[in-house]
């Protein structure tokens, strides 16, 4: 890449020159809100934010920082939860919140075309009056944006039905650092070529800008079922699950919480969770009403033969939410519980769960910090919440070893490090741990393929080499020592 | 019968990278009618066929791995012992020599699955191949082996370079384990059928097709539509009833959907001998559902939608119609054995991302991603040595 010039008066002035004033922060109060993502334990001020408002603007931005070779930092609305979009020090934030317009809904083709800075559930409100909605929703979908989703592929609670964001985006209006603009994909089932919009869905604002998207909306389910079913042990939940499952039965969202997590979720929200369950199931199914009421006496059939102790059954809108409520709030519960806490998002093979909530605990022991747990249990996507209190020294460091060690037994397991939050700066280590020198070489390869200059969100997703190289302990990847042919640079 | 072959993968990769011999890497050929084969007699054939058996399988995990040459048939009775099914449905072409004999009954690898990217007649509902797609083993151009996602569905750890295998048609690398997702078999199915024209048959679909229906495919063609249900058995029934169409003959519908997506039903049957005189060039077209059907230019008889609309096969010989055609209605068209149209700056991208799979461009694919091949379908032998070096 270009050496980063440090000449951020040029630059500014180049931006000024170009953007009209109201596109434009660079006064502190006006920059602090940038200045982290949704991970907000790492942070940097950045020295000037711009929120354009067209597509053009964002081509004369990009066009100002390849040729000053500013790092560009792409930005949603900031929810993401890996510290994808932390300001680099020398960067230009490149925030697309104020591209905000829903294009068109076009019910007969099924899609939406929206701007990236849309959010997620504003798709789907949109598209309310036709029956149709935008099915992917992630825990943030009330502030997060499309374009964001887009960067992450965002999951949330229905993926094992309905898929992620890869799955549900048809197409992309794509800037790439060069300048290039490019419309991939579209109201179309498939395109010609490489399948570049696959490769840019979850490239974390690496690879392009997305100026546009083009998303897939389903018809509303006629009806849905909500089930809570509490467990004295945490493995005949896990056993439901694969029952379920092993059944053919396809659940619109299956979560699992365990029993600090369960204990929080009550305390704050009242959805009136069994206090004594080791673990709790909430199970959502929709469809039409027939196939509805069978296929909610089938789960429930399983649930009792797992050896639930407690099943309850919500068909009303209310006490669905109210079930959902506590389930949803379990991140600001635990939050209560705890001064601080951290939250991992390792993904496992559902057969792994009860052996690696058993290493879970044992980590918790030798650690001395608790964890709650929150699994996504259909698909296999874990949430051990790690409590610690950042002002007892070096509890920071410990929990963050802790989780460095739980995302380590997730890929023993046959699992990955990061299920839906994405690897940002947070998780750029644990990237040593899945990947070899090899492969981390091709996704640079990749990297520069589609950005030559290399402005594009450096430092993120990617670990170097070196920086694997230097990691203290290093990690033995399924029996092979690590990069026993790295080359020191 | 199960073997990894996958040290002699790399070493003959590896033997090509180091000589800068061209590779060719073929499957059981199901699929060989379907690009040009210009320029790949160039190279020397990497059979993966022998790379195969299945590695792992638990049915309450819903997702298979398999070396790349496994037979789709092994899988397909794997799964279906267990309940399950590719959900993404991928056609079981048969090989076809240039005399338009047909070959033995093989009927492709999963690696000739992921690579040619192909779905099914259920695609707009139970999705594309690439959406199956979890996880990858390949061996790149470097003669390095690779892996990449893994067998969990949710997985954002690095760039998607598994999906990215989807439809390369081999220009990425050598596909040597697959981790493909599954999906229970559905407890009943059953066809209906309709008596409508094109516009009658479209104007259904689209408006079925934002109700809560168990659809899994469309067909439209000769003045009859047929629908495909799929699912949980109330679910059927429940839909059968709403939308009270003819019903087909079971065994006769299953017989119909499969001979549509294994392109043996009549409409295709031309394919197999191209050469033969009074046959048309076959399009296959994806189009938005809603885009406007053909006008007069084209005889309805040379028309087959699929896909609730999404999917159009035109026989026609008249090229800049067709394409004018797919153009005006924000589609894309694709004539079978001829260089899938890709647009210039794309193109570009596609040609560096295959660079930075493949430096020394050893992988010889009918799909030409480099641009100024593809302009140029018979580059002279000094330019190709250039995109070499």
């Given at each position: 890449m270009n050496p980063i010039t440090k000449n951020h008066t040029a630059v500014l002035q180049h931006l000024q020159r170009t953007l009209?004033?109201?596109?434009l922060i660079t006064d502190g109060a006006g920059l602090r809100p940038y200045?982290?993502?949704?991970?907000?334990a790492i942070r940097e001020m950045p020295w000037v934010v711009v929120l354009p408002e067209t597509e053009a603007q964002v081509v004369d931005v990009m066009a100002i920082c390849r040729q000053h070779g500013v790092p560009v930092i792409p930005r949603g609305?900031?929810?993401?939860?890996?510290?994808?979009?932390r300001p680099h020090k020398d960067g230009v934030v490149l925030g697309?919140?104020?591209?905000?317009?829903?294009l068109s809904i076009d019910p007969d083709n099924r899609v939406a075309h929206v701007q990236p800075g849309v959010r997620n559930l504003a798709i789907s409100n949109a598209a309310k009056p036709h029956g149709l909605y935008y099915a992917p929703d992630p825990s943030s979908q009330i502030a997060c944006s499309i374009g964001g989703n887009v960067a992450e592929n965002a999951g949330g609670?229905?993926?094992?039905?309905?898929?992620?964001t890869v799955h549900n985006v048809l197409g992309v209006r794509v800037l790439t650092s060069d300048g290039d603009v490019m419309e991939i994909?579209?109201?179309?089932?498939d395109n010609p070529g490489l399948d570049m919009l696959a490769l840019l869905c979850g490239s974390e604002g690496m690879l392009g800008i997305v100026t546009q998207v083009t998303v897939a909306l389903l018809p509303e389910p006629e009806k849905k079922s909500v089930i809570l079913a509490g467990f004295k042990q945490v493995t005949d939940a896990g056993n439901a699950v694969a029952s379920i499952i092993g059944a053919g039965i396809i659940p619109a969202g299956m979560e699992m919480m365990d029993k600090l997590a369960v204990q929080a979720a009550e305390q704050f929200a009242?959805?009136?969770?069994?206090?004594?369950?080791a673990a709790i199931l909430i199970i959502e199914l929709d469809g039409a009403e027939a196939e509805l009421s069978a296929v909610t006496a089938q789960v429930i059939d399983h649930l009792n033969a797992s050896g639930a102790y407690q099943i309850d059954q919500a068909d009303d809108a209310e006490t669905q939410a109210r079930l959902w409520k506590g389930r949803k709030s379990a991140f600001p519960a635990v939050g209560r519980l705890s001064p601080d806490y951290i939250c991992m998002d390792g993904t496992i093979p559902r057969h792994q769960l009860a052996h690696v909530l058993t290493q879970i605990d044992e980590l918790s022991e030798r650690f001395g910090l608790a964890v709650a747990n929150v699994f996504h249990a259909a698909d296999g996507n874990l949430h051990p919440l790690i409590l610690f209190d950042a002002?007892?020294?070096g509890q920071t460091d410990q929990a963050m070893a802790m989780g460095g060690e739980i995302l380590q037994c997730c890929v023993a397991a046959?699992?990955?490090?990061?299920?839906?939050?994405?690897?940002?700066?947070?998780k750029l280590d644990t990237m040593c741990v899945q990947f070899t020198s090899d492969e981390l070489d091709q996704f640079f390869r990749i990297k520069d393929a589609m950005d030559?200059?290399?402005?594009?969100?450096?430092?993120?997703g990617i670990p170097t080499l070196t920086r694997c190289g230097e990691l203290g302990g290093m990690h033995v990847h399924k029996g092979r020592l690590p990069f026993p042919e790295l080359e020191r640079f | 019968m199960a073997a990894d072959l996958s040290a002699q993968m790399i070493s003959s990769v590896k033997d090509a990278y180091a000589s800068g011999q061209s590779l060719v890497i073929s499957g059981?050929?199901?699929?060989?009618?379907?690009?040009?084969?210009?320029?790949?007699?160039?190279g020397g054939t990497l059979d993966?066929?022998?790379?195969?058996?299945?590695?792992a399988y638990q049915p309450e995990e819903l997702v298979i791995t398999a070396r790349a040459g496994t037979s789709l048939e092994e899988i397909n009775a794997m799964l279906a012992a267990e309940?399950?099914?590719?959900?993404?449905?991928?056609p079981r072409f048969q090989p076809t020599q240039a005399d338009g004999v047909v070959g033995d009954n093989a009927s492709g690898t999963l690696g000739g699955v992921v690579a040619t990217g192909l779905s099914g007649p259920g695609r707009p509902w139970s999705g594309a191949v690439r959406d199956a797609i979890l996880g990858v083993e390949l061996v790149n151009g470097k003669g390095e082996y690779l892996k990449f996602g893994?067998?969990?569905?949710?997985?954002?750890?690095?760039?998607?370079v598994s999906r990215l295998q989807a439809g390369a048609w081999g220009n990425l690398g050598v596909l040597a384990s697959i981790s493909i997702r599954v999906h229970p078999t559905w407890q009943d199915q059953c066809t209906l059928v309709f008596q409508l024209s094109a516009e009658q048959a479209q104007q259904k679909c689209l408006l079925l097709a934002q109700q809560n229906l168990p659809l899994q495919g469309t067909c439209w063609q000769d003045g009859v539509l047929s629908l495909r249900l799929g699912g949980h058995a109330s679910g059927v029934a429940g839909a059968k009833l709403a939308l009270s169409g003819q019903v087909m003959q079971g065994g006769t519908d299953l017989e119909f959907w499969a001979n549509l997506r294994d392109h043996k039903a009549d409409f295709f049957q031309q394919e197999l001998f191209?050469?033969?005189?009074?046959t048309k060039k076959i399009w296959r077209l994806v189009v938005p559902s809603a885009a406007p059907l053909p006008g007069?230019?084209?005889?309805?008889?040379?028309l087959l939608i699929e896909w609730g609309g999404g999917l159009r096969w035109l026989r026609h010989d008249d090229d800049a119609a067709v394409v004018a055609y797919a153009k005006s209605v924000g589609g894309w068209c694709w004539a079978k054995g001829e260089q899938m149209p890709i647009d210039v700056v794309q193109a570009r991208y596609m040609n560096e991302l295959k660079r930075a799979f493949d430096p020394k461009n050893i992988f010889l694919s009918p799909?030409?991603?480099?641009q100024s091949l593809h302009t140029n379908p018979q580059p002279n032998p000094q330019e190709r040595q250039q995109h070499a070096d």
């Open positions: 009209p004033a109201e596109c200045e982290t993502d949704g991970l907000t609305a900031g929810t993401g939860l890996s510290g994808g979009a697309l919140s104020k591209m905000n317009k829903i609670v229905h993926c094992l039905k309905y898929g992620l994909g579209g109201a179309l089932y009242h959805a009136g969770y069994p206090l004594d369950a002002n007892v020294p046959g699992g990955t490090v990061t299920g839906e939050h994405g690897i940002g700066v947070e030559p200059s290399g402005v594009l969100n450096p430092g993120k | 059981q050929g199901s699929k060989g009618a379907w690009l040009p084969d210009a320029e790949m007699s160039a993966v066929t022998g790379h195969s058996g299945i590695q309940g399950q099914m590719l959900a993404c449905d991928p893994g067998q969990v569905m949710k997985n954002v750890a690095g760039y998607d191209p050469q033969t005189p009074g007069n230019w084209l005889s309805a008889d040379d799909m030409v991603l480099n």
